[in-house]
């Protein structure tokens, strides 16, 4: 496994603040470098004038033979010094230093150049005596035994003070190193809980939650807050999108059973008796408007979701109000007890397609015979601009409490619990005609509830249960 991959398996806290650490050491490192180099220059900067003050008190002293001039050895003994000859051997040296050479002969003719500087003895590991030297070549070395002299002192306070300095600066920097990562730690920690606590509310959403959301301080807005409120927005569109499913799922089970059942009831009747070949060709053919009418119904719920239908589509609600009352008629054994009953004269046109349109008045039909009691009336006409569906049936009628909230989804009353049905017919038509720019009324009992665009229709109906589905015209329909 890599370092990057080891890298990668670390808590991200760890990883912050090893990044920071490793930052923090290369930064103070190169402090520490700077700060060292600098006490080192100017210690040797000392150093270095020392050599050239007594290089020039001692170069006149020189003699041909390498030997200082009588008299002045009192003066000069206490520094020192080493006179050499070209090959480097040591013609003459104070009293302190040793006879053999310091430097090599190489280094020794390196001066003729140019004066030389140099360090004898390491600063690590540390030697008995360290010294720092400056090489010259006397005057007329050519002409005499006497080339260059060598002039010394020693490092012992300038080494101790730069290793104390460096004892200092590691101590000054583990100790800034350390405090730094404890800080860098804390400061993670405190950055990451809001992290770690959306992790732990996520954990609640996908236990199956979808109503949590992350808790996002209002008085902070960093970037941590920003992902909050981003996932946030980001849930409520998940519970959007999974409300819509469940939504589309209700629909399409609640707008398909009835179809299903109708055609369902047509192929037992169909099969009560012996029929002739003209009989059973005319019912395969009713059965073929059935699944007709089924495929479009199926086309129409998986229409994005939307329910509303598009601006350049038109339905005749007159003609499907008739035929939705007429196919239900049919599945009835006695003529002569049909339950519903349907009043249209003229076209009604509207601006929705016929899926949609024998939606709403299919499911009228099915909440009048499911909760009302025959007789049940549909009437389709004009009023004020508008097309007008009126379903009216001589059933118990909906109390005033649930005329408010019959529209909603699953609501039904006491009464209905026990029969078929899951409380969705009047929220969807109420989803098809709002969408539609209509409205839908349920009255009953002098009580009345509206929903959708306001409409100066007045009601005009007995105190039956009555719902009333008010759609604008097509254009055409309009002007005409």
């Avoid at 996932?231 to 009835?258: G, I």
């Amino acid at each position: 496994m890599t370092v990057r991959r080891r890298m990668a398996r670390l808590p991200l806290r760890v990883r912050l603040v090893a990044g920071f650490s490793a930052t923090m050491f290369l930064v103070l490192a190169a402090m520490s470098a700077f700060v060292y180099w600098r006490v080192h220059f100017a210690l040797d900067r000392q150093l270095n004038g020392d050599l050239t003050s007594d290089t020039r008190v001692l170069a006149p002293l020189v003699g041909p033979n390498g030997q200082l001039s009588s008299g002045v050895r009192g003066v000069v003994d206490s520094e020192l010094y080493q006179v050499l000859d070209h090959d480097g051997n040591v013609l003459s040296a104070s009293p302190t230093l040793q006879s053999r050479a310091i430097v090599s002969p190489a280094m020794a003719r390196r001066a003729i150049r140019a004066p030389v500087l140099s360090d004898v003895g390491a600063l690590l590991p540390t030697t008995r005596d360290p010294l720092r030297v400056y090489v010259t070549e006397l005057p007329s070395a050519d002409q005499q035994q006497a080339a260059f002299l060598l002039v010394a002192v020693r490092r012992n306070h300038r080494d101790e003070a730069l290793l104390e300095l460096l004892v200092q600066l590691s101590v000054a920097g583990f100790a800034a190193l350390l405090a730094t990562a404890l800080v860098g730690e804390r400061l993670a920690r405190f950055a990451l809980l809001p992290v770690e606590r959306y992790r732990a509310q996520a954990d609640e959403i996908i236990a199956g939650d979808t109503s949590v959301r992350l808790e996002v301080p209002p008085e902070r807005h960093d970037e941590v807050t920003r992902l909050g409120e981003t996932l946030n927005t980001m849930l409520t569109a998940l519970e959007v999108a999974l409300e819509r499913e469940r939504q589309f799922v209700n629909d399409a089970s609640h707008e398909l059973r009835t179809p299903l059942t109708l055609l369902t009831t047509r192929l037992q009747l169909a099969r009560r008796r012996p029929r002739s070949v003209a009989e059973l060709e005319a019912v395969l053919a009713e059965i073929e408007t059935d699944v007709v009418r089924l495929v479009a119904l199926a086309e129409h719920l998986l229409n994005v979701g939307s329910h509303q239908d598009s601006a350049d589509v038109s339905a005749d609600l007159a003609a499907l109000g008739i035929a939705a009352v007429n196919r239900r008629n049919e599945l009835v054994r006695a003529p002569d007890l049909r339950p519903f009953s349907a009043h249209a004269r003229d076209p009604v046109p509207v601006s929705l397609s016929n899926a949609g349109a024998e939606q709403v008045i299919g499911n009228l039909l099915d909440n009048a015979a499911r909760h009302g009691a025959p007789p049940v009336s549909v009437t389709v006409d004009r009023s004020g601009g508008f097309a007008r569906v009126r379903v009216v049936d001589a059933g118990e009628g909906m109390d005033p409490d649930l005329l408010a909230t019959a529209t909603r989804r699953f609501t039904r009353s006491a009464t209905s619990r026990s029969r078929d049905g899951f409380g969705l017919g009047l929220s969807l038509v109420e989803r098809i005609v709002t969408g539609a720019g209509g409205q839908l009324r349920l009255c009953f009992a002098g009580h009345h509830e509206s929903r959708g665009t306001s409409a100066e229709v007045p009601c005009d109906h007995t105190e039956a249960m009555t719902v009333t589905v008010l759609l604008p015209l097509t254009p055409v329909a309009s002007q005409g």
